[in-house]
C-alpha cells in the first residue's frame, strides 16, 4: 500500500459580544428589587482546506513535492458561519426575604432557521415563600430551621439542527464515464427541507419544597414537575418509498415527561485531633416517565 501525504488547515474566528446592567435598590428596609437587562451576540466563521495524495517518497520528509501518486490526488474545501442573537432581562423582589418573585424572559434570534422564523421568545417566573420566616413559626424555629415553599415556570430554546439544514444544498461532482474525452462534472441537488424550520420549545413546571433541621444539619428538599417539549425537530411526515428521499427534520413532535426528585442531607462538623473535621452525607431518590405525545 503506497504511503500517503495529507495536509489539513483550518481556520476559526469566534466572536462574542456581552452588554448588561444591574440595579439594585432596597424601599424602607424591607422591600429588596434586583433589575438585569442585556444583550448577547455570538458569532463564527470556519474555514478548512484538505489536500491528500499518495506515493509518498520519503519516509523521513513530508512535501506535497514527494508525494507523486497520479489517481489518488484530494483536494477539498469547506466553509460555514452562524450567527445567534438575544435580549435578556430579569426582575426580582422580595419581601423581607420572606415573599420571593422573579421574572426572566429571552427573545433569541438564530441564523440556523429561515427568515421568519428565526425569533423566539422564552419567558419564566418563579414564585417562593419561606414559611419559616414567619411569625407562627417562632416557637420551633429552633429545630424546624427552614421551610420554604417554590414553585416555577419556564420556557427554553433549542436551535440545535444543522447551519443550513433550511437549505436545499447543490453538491459538486464528477460522473464515474467519460464524456468527450474527461469525466464531465455533476450538480446534485439534496433531499428536499422543511421551509417552516424554527425553534424546538421546552416549557418546564416545577413545585418544591426545602426543609432544614436541627441546626441546619439535616436538610430535605422535593421536586415535583412537568416538561412539555414541543415542536420537537426530529424526522418530518412518512414518505413513501417512490418519493425518493429522506423525510426533512421538521418540527413534528411533542414529548411530555412527568417525574419528581428527592434528596435527603446530613452535614456536621466535630474535632479530630483538635482540628475541625465536617463531612456529609447525601441520599438521593429520582424517578420519570416520558411519552410521546405527537408524532406523525
Same mark, same amino acid.
Given at each position: ?7 489539513? %488547515?483550518?481556520?476559526?474566528?469566534y466572536?462574542?459580544?456581552? %452588554? *448588561?446592567?444591574?440595579?439594585?435598590? !432596597? ?5 429588596? @428589587? !434586583? &433589575?438585569?437587562?442585556? *444583550? ?8 478548512? &482546506? ?10 523521513? @520528509? ?18 460555514? =458561519? ?7 432581562? /430579569?426582575?426580582?423582589?422580595d ?5 420571593? +418573585? ?10 440556523r432557521?429561515?427568515?421568519?422564523? #428565526? ?10 415563600? #419561606?414559611?419559616? =420566616? =414567619? ?5 420551633? #424555629?429552633?429545630?424546624f430551621?427552614?421551610?420554604?415553599? /417554590?414553585?416555577?415556570?419556564?420556557? &427554553? ?24 474525452g $474527461?469525466?464531465?462534472? !455533476? ?19 416545577? @413545585?418544591? %419544597? ?11 428538599s422535593?421536586?415535583?414537575?412537568? #416538561? ?9 411526515? +412518512?414518505?413513501?418509498?417512490? *418519493? ?5 427534520k421538521?418540527n413534528? +413532535? $411533542?414529548?411530555? !415527561? ?10 456536621? =462538623? ?12 447525601? @441520599?438521593?431518590?429520582? $424517578?420519570? %416517565? ?7
Open positions: 500500500f503506497p504511503n500517503k501525504y495529507k495536509e489539513v %488547515v483550518w481556520d476559526q474566528n466572536y462574542v459580544a456581552d %452588554v *448588561y446592567g444591574t440595579y439594585n435598590k !432596597t424601599f424602607s428596609e424591607k422591600h429588596n @428589587l !434586583t &433589575l438585569i437587562a442585556g *444583550y448577547n451576540y455570538e458569532a463564527k466563521y470556519y474555514r478548512d &482546506l484538505t489536500a491528500a495524495n499518495d506515493g509518498l517518497l520519503s519516509e523521513d @520528509l513530508s512535501d506535497f513535492n514527494l508525494a507523486k501518486g497520479t489517481t489518488n490526488f484530494t483536494l477539498n474545501g469547506g466553509r460555514n =458561519e452562524y450567527a445567534i442573537m438575544g435580549w435578556f432581562y /430579569r426582575a426580582a423582589y419581601y423581607k426575604g420572606k415573599y420571593l +418573585a422573579e421574572v426572566n424572559g429571552r427573545y433569541d434570534g438564530t441564523s432557521f429561515p427568515r421568519g422564523k #428565526r425569533y423566539g421568545f422564552f419567558p419564566s417566573f418563579s414564585l417562593g415563600w #419561606r414559611v419559616s =420566616e =414567619e411569625a407562627f413559626f417562632d416557637g420551633i #424555629r429552633d429545630q430551621n427552614n421551610l420554604k415553599l /417554590r414553585f416555577s415556570y419556564g420556557q &427554553l430554546g433549542n436551535q440545535n439542527v444543522g447551519y443550513y439544514d433550511y437549505i436545499r444544498k447543490i453538491s459538486i461532482g464528477s460522473q464515474n464515464y467519460l464524456f468527450g $474527461d469525466k464531465p462534472t !455533476t450538480a446534485t441537488i439534496s433531499a428536499p427541507v422543511a421551509s417552516d424550520l424554527s425553534w424546538e420549545r421546552s416549557i418546564h413546571k416545577n @413545585l418544591g %419544597v426545602d426543609m432544614s433541621f436541627l441546626n441546619n444539619r439535616l436538610a430535605f422535593a421536586d415535583f414537575y412537568i #416538561r412539555d417539549t414541543k415542536d420537537m425537530l426530529t424526522a418530518g411526515i +412518512a414518505l413513501p418509498a417512490t *418519493y425518493g428521499a429522506d423525510s426533512p421538521m413534528s +413532535a $411533542d414529548l411530555r !415527561t412527568k417525574g419528581y426528585e428527592l434528596s435527603l442531607n446530613w452535614r456536621d =462538623e466535630f474535632q479530630l485531633l483538635r482540628r475541625p473535621f465536617s463531612y456529609s452525607v447525601t @441520599l438521593t431518590f429520582n $424517578d420519570y %416517565v416520558s411519552n410521546i405525545t405527537k408524532f406523525d
